[in-house]
């Protein structure tokens, strides 16, 4: 029999472990408050639904501790308070993944981020303030999961008497407040009913397999150029990290933070219904580089290889133009180890692949992901443009305007300066590709990989439409292209290879949601974009209409389809289809 003062240590310990619940819940609460509420303008207007939400922490935490209280032996019970403490790690890590990306923690990127721990540590540390602060925090957790492995057991009637009433109240209060729908659940949600909730890993079956091959529909066409092809011009492709039409006057935003980028785009052809296939660098890479729709493999909880299902891509950007006898070469000061970037960029062809281990920048201050500014970038790049041999494709991968947006001339962090910055950088480099004839034959392309991981303002969403979280700028100079142009139709970064090959080539084969970028035709063409923050979730942008289509697998279907004949959703259906078993078959071929 329990001694009085161990129970009262028992039952201190309980309330202990859920006035921190109580603390952790009320942080999540504000945090997505705050980032939501700027979306529709409603400030605390999301605290209730938090709670509600997060009710599942409290019976969860107070069912467990009632079992192992039950339990006569110790050390299955110790192991059973273990689990609390992983459920708690896995709710304060879902916290700062929302505070820092604003998305949730899914498992599968959780496979990832734990093969990644060095770009993870830095993106941490540099996020919540420094290395110090950092470590504080994994003391915390740490020592908060030693604290329940050693909490005393619920032997004593006062303790499992406040464990039963907290476990009663929570599972009540859970089940009498109502759970209207909400387009913005994906933040409320508890990160356990996000993960389940997940359904692109469904797979379609055997039988739908089977069916879909049989289907007849209209192949690739033709398309080509009544100009002369530009083989034998230099190309240079510059991919932007996070630049966002919110922050370009240019591109209908509401801040000044790009004039640099905006001049360059007046000089040339801008696309201003340009779209992201993704939410993160890696999907800009697989649409612009490897020509992907779509990408959205058929993960397990806990699998995330990187580039999963998108190696040996046939029809890439550097293969169209090592056809034409292009030297091509990839560019980045960021680590090429990271998500295997450098073996892939290899895969697809590319001949020369560098990054921030390269000799040039072991004298350069180092800012996000240990990575050298975007002047050191182009500054790298126009010396080995002087080296390289004609004619060429370089693309360059900038890093400053990564999270945490450290500004390099102040060190502050800020996404405004940041920004700034990386807009002076690619000032001075225009101006030293005008100085050096580049234009005179070449051509110059810059987008952006995607859209900044900030929350999706109430002006952004007016200015923008339900396009808001895929739209992004790109623009074209040089060769071939109209100056001072400008191009609304619905695009893509897929569509750079197709485009490129026309300009390169003057022919490309196009399917139904391709398109050229520099002819003006029409196109019916739609752009699909996977949403970071609601997994599972396609959106369908195109001429006549805004869809959402849910991925799961046979019973992948339109949740939202606004314009749409039932044939073109049916279409779409089927593209969606194409795109998502070519990429499982690829990654079949891969592993054997």
């Known amino acids: 029999m329990n001694k009085p003062g161990s129970r009262w240590n028992e039952l201190l310990s309980a309330i202990f472990l859920f006035s921190l619940l109580v603390v952790l819940i009320a942080v999540r609460a504000a945090i997505v408050d705050h980032n939501i509420g700027t979306i529709i303008a409603c400030p605390d207007c999301f605290h209730s639904s938090v709670f509600q939400a997060d009710l599942v922490m409290f019976w969860l935490a107070s069912g467990t501790l009632l079992l192992a209280g039950f339990i006569p032996q110790r050390q299955p019970g110790r192991w059973l308070h273990l689990a609390i403490g992983l459920l708690f790690v896995v709710y304060v890590a879902d916290l700062f993944v929302f505070r820092l990306f604003s998305y949730r923690l899914f498992l599968s990127d959780a496979a990832l ?309 990386a807009d002076r950088a690619f000032g001075v480099f225009l101006e030293e590709l005008d100085a050096s004839g580049f234009f005179e034959q070449g051509l110059l392309v810059v987008a952006s990989d995607h859209r900044s991981m900030t929350p999706v303002s109430s002006a952004e969403l007016e200015r923008f439409g339900e396009g808001a979280f895929s739209r992004v700028p790109a623009f074209m100079i040089g060769e071939g292209v109209t100056p001072g142009s400008v191009d609304d139709r619905v695009l893509s970064q897929s569509d750079l290879v197709p485009s490129l090959e026309w300009w390169l080539t003057g022919m490309t084969s196009l399917g139904q949601h391709d398109a050229v970028m520099m002819d003006g035709s029409d196109t019916t063409k739609c752009a699909f974009h996977a949403r970071g923050d609601r997994r599972g979730l396609l959106e369908v942008i195109c001429p006549e209409g805004y869809g959402q289509v849910r991925m799961e697998g046979d019973k992948t279907r339109f949740e939202q389809s606004d314009g749409f004949a039932e044939q073109r959703k049916q279409s779409i259906l089927y593209t969606i289809a194409k795109e998502r078993l070519a990429g499982m078959q690829r990654q079949q071929q891969t592993e054997r």
């Open 113 to 421: 981020f734990i093969s990644e721990r060095a770009a993870v540590w830095d993106q941490f540390s540099s996020g919540v303030g420094g290395v110090w602060v950092a470590v504080v925090i994994l003391l915390a957790v740490l020592g908060f999961v030693v604290f329940l492995f050693l909490m005393p057991a619920a032997r004593g009637r006062p303790t499992r008497l406040f464990l039963f009433a907290t476990l009663i109240l929570s599972l009540g209060a859970r089940l009498a407040m109502e759970s209207p729908p909400y387009v913005n659940d994906w933040a409320t949600t508890n990160v356990f009913s996000a993960n389940l909730s997940t359904t692109e890993r469904v797979r379609y079956s055997a039988e739908f397999e089977s069916e879909f091959s049989t289907i007849q529909t209209v192949g690739l066409k033709q398309h080509s150029s009544p100009l002369e092809p530009q083989a034998g011009g230099n190309v240079i492709i510059v991919l932007v990290e996070s630049w966002s039409s919110w922050h370009s006057l240019q591109f209908g935003g509401n801040l000044d933070w790009t004039p640099q980028f905006d001049a360059a785009a007046r000089r040339g052809l801008q696309f201003r219904n340009f779209h992201a296939i993704g939410f993160s660098t890696t999907n800009g890479l697989i649409g612009i580089l490897g020509g992907q729709k779509i990408w959205s493999p058929f993960l397990h909880m806990f699998e995330s290889p990187p580039f999963y299902s998108m190696w040996g891509i046939e029809r890439t950007l550097p293969r169209v133009f090592s056809q034409s006898a292009y030297t091509t070469a990839f560019l980045t000061t960021g680590p090429l180890s990271l998500y295997r970037k450098g073996e892939w960029m290899s895969d697809l062809g590319f001949q020369h692949v560098e990054g921030t281990e390269h000799p040039f920048y072991a004298d350069e201050e180092r800012y996000a992901l240990d990575a050298p500014s975007d002047a050191a970038l182009y500054r790298r790049g126009l010396q080995w443009m002087h080296s390289a041999s004609d004619p060429f494709l370089l693309v360059l991968e900038t890093v400053t305007t990564h999270q945490p947006y450290v500004d390099p001339d102040s060190g502050e962090r800020s996404l405004e300066k940041s920004m700034k910055f």
